[in-house]
């Protein structure tokens, strides 16, 4: 069975700090990790995805499969990255089922 | 991409009554899922809605509780049977299609309801 654990349900960080959302996931095959944000009163989506190795609103994460972790990293928080953010892995290969973490609410204070 | 719209955004119904979920995206879609999400709690896949035919339930989950319809490639509903005070929840339908293959979901905003 595939798992996501995010051990944090709430971090807070000052503005200009970094900061860090870990994720730490099960499963036995090449997963796909995603991270979705969701802004104050607005629908989830996405942010990142590992295959694409991109940087999105200053945050990246990379896979790490000997840890199985999928961090997600960004050097200076700002205001406006205040959200929910979650942690998904998708079993490799075309559409299938996207397993959730918990979320992480980041609070970045002024 | 796709734009999904869902209603009811909210809605406070009696125990023992049955809600229907609507879900609409703006363009044909492969899968359609519908997640839960209780207070507290993460995203918690009920089902995926299959197009002309039975959907595939999780764990859990069944549809006898939870019937769901996809007619097409566009449209889905979520029925919520004979509720109870724990089916207090935010119902979410998510779509992702297989133009890029990247495995993004896209999400409505929600139906969040209440059961007394």
């Known amino acids: 069975a595939q798992r996501v654990t995010q051990p944090e349900k709430l971090l807070s960080v000052f503005k200009g700090a970094p900061v860090e959302l870990k994720c730490n996931y099960s499963?036995?095959?090449?997963?796909?990790l995603f991270w979705y944000v969701q802004y104050s009163r607005q629908r989830l989506q996405l942010l990142l995805r590992?295959?694409s190795r991109e940087s999105i609103k200053g945050f990246t994460a990379d896979l790490n499969k000997g840890e199985t972790s999928f961090h997600l990293k960004k050097p200076f928080a700002q205001e406006e990255d205040s959200a929910m953010y979650y942690c998904?892995?998708?079993?490799?290969?075309?559409?299938?089922?996207?397993?959730f973490g918990i979320g992480t609410k980041l609070q970045v204070i002024p | 991409s796709a734009v999904i719209s869902q209603k009811p955004s909210r809605d406070i119904c009696q125990r023992g009554t049955s809600l229907t979920i609507q879900c609409q995206v703006d363009?044909?879609?492969?899968?359609m899922f519908w997640y839960r999400q209780q207070p507290g709690q993460s995203l918690t896949l009920i089902a995926t809605?299959?197009?002309?035919?039975?959907?595939?339930?999780e764990s859990g989950f069944v549809i006898d509780k939870f019937p769901i319809s996809r007619p097409n490639l566009t449209f889905s509903t979520l029925t919520v049977s004979n509720m109870s005070p724990e089916d207090s929840s935010i119902y979410l339908c998510?779509?992702?299609?297989?133009?890029?293959?990247?495995?993004?979901?896209?999400f409505g905003e929600g139906s969040r309801l209440t059961v007394l």
């Open positions: 363009s044909q879609v492969t899968m």
């Open positions: 590992h295959i």
């Open positions: 809605a299959n197009q002309g035919s039975e959907a595939t339930y």
């Open positions: 998510s779509a992702g299609g297989s133009w890029t293959n990247t495995g993004e979901l896209f």
């Open positions: 499963y036995s095959g090449s997963p796909e």
């Open positions: 998904a892995l998708k079993k490799g290969g075309g559409y299938q089922k996207v397993t």
